[in-house]
């Protein structure tokens, strides 16, 4: 009995309850993610990276998913020896396609560690994987369906062979299926692909609409005003950041041209200061052009930035801070 009225402990102090919010809330965020088709382990290792997540958090959403809500199998023990190549490992396991494969792991130094074994960045999150230390093997369909137990039994033992160095090769029928590795930036792609044909459509328009402008003291073309409404509660530092990523993977693509930013009639040259204004508010937009020569994705570079302007920005932040974002 005492410890069911303990149960809620957690939640009886403000600091308590918010922890929780969090928890919850980021659990929820890597479900919509997982059910994409996105190998948990990216998703946490992402969210880790990008201090969304602490990584004392990792073990209880591992449990919370793999074991509860998607029936996953999953077969422990300790290593039977030391291994710092993982070339053979991750070789063998970018073939297998029947299942999805989650590898848990509890570095001594590290801490308790997630690794997407197809994933060809995947074991970067470590080292080694040691003698005698813990590991565990998920094998699952992104589904709560529990079937083919046998078969994800001989994948985990298989699996579990290769961990403890041997070299094993994996068998042809779990070559066959749909689960191949399938790389966690590709969702922001993902996330336009049923918007391409109506940005090409509209960047057929563009073309016809763009108009000479001076700018920078020389005279180039200039795409026409665009609007981009905020429709997160507040034009906050995420989505500032956003902003500065999405801008950065176009001028990456397209080194001469210029992204303009403008509020309330002004000419914005930091981004950040719409944040620190703390006035662009909920329903309020911001406006943008681009100028140059040989203008280009101004229709994709928009989505974006709405997206950008939205409560979706994270979608943005989930990569280390210095890499630039392929959405061009």
């Not at 029947?98 to 130094?109: A, K, L, N, R, W």
Request: glycine share 6%; hydrophobic share 35%.
């Amino acid at each position: 009995m005492n410890e069911l009225l303990r149960t809620y402990d957690s939640l009886s102090s403000r600091q308590g309850f918010n922890d929780s919010l969090l928890h919850f809330q980021s659990v929820m965020d890597v479900i919509s993610d997982f059910e994409d088709g996105f190998n948990v382990a990216d998703i946490l290792n992402s969210l880790i990276a990008n201090n969304d997540i602490n990584r004392n958090q990792v073990p209880s959403i591992i449990s919370a998913l793999l074991n509860d809500k998607y029936n996953y199998f999953c077969k422990s023990g300790n290593l039977a020896t030391t291994t710092t190549d993982f070339s053979y490992i991750s070789s063998e396991l970018s073939k297998l396609k029947t299942f999805d494969v989650v590898i848990c792991y509890y570095h001594p130094e590290l801490g308790y560690l997630v690794i997407n074994p197809k994933n060809p960045a995947g074991w970067n999150v470590t080292n080694d994987i040691r003698k005698n230390e813990f590991i565990t093997v998920f094998v699952g369909t992104f589904s709560d369906s529990g079937k083919d137990t046998f078969s994800r039994e001989k994948t985990a033992s298989k699996i579990i062979e290769l961990l403890n160095g041997v070299k094993t090769k994996l068998p042809d029928p779990l070559k066959k299926g749909k689960y191949k590795f399938l790389a966690y930036e590709e969702e922001l792609v993902a996330e336009t692909e049923e918007y391409e044909e109506e940005q090409e459509e509209q960047e057929d328009d563009e073309v016809e609409e763009k108009q000479e402008a001076v700018v920078n003291g020389g005279a180039q073309r200039m795409t026409p005003l665009y609007s981009v409404p905020v429709t997160n509660e507040l034009f906050h530092n995420g989505n500032v950041e956003a902003w500065k990523r999405i801008i950065q993977s176009y001028k990456a693509k397209n080194p001469e041209l210029e992204v303009h930013i403008f509020y309330d009639g002004e000419r914005i040259l930091n981004i950040a200061s719409l944040f620190k204004w703390g006035k662009v508010k909920h329903g309020s937009a911001i406006l943008f052009a681009v100028a140059g020569d040989d203008i280009k994705d101004v229709a994709k570079l928009q989505k974006y930035l709405k997206q950008g302007a939205s409560h979706q920005f994270e979608a943005f932040l989930k990569f280390p801070v210095n890499t630039v974002l392929n959405l061009f």
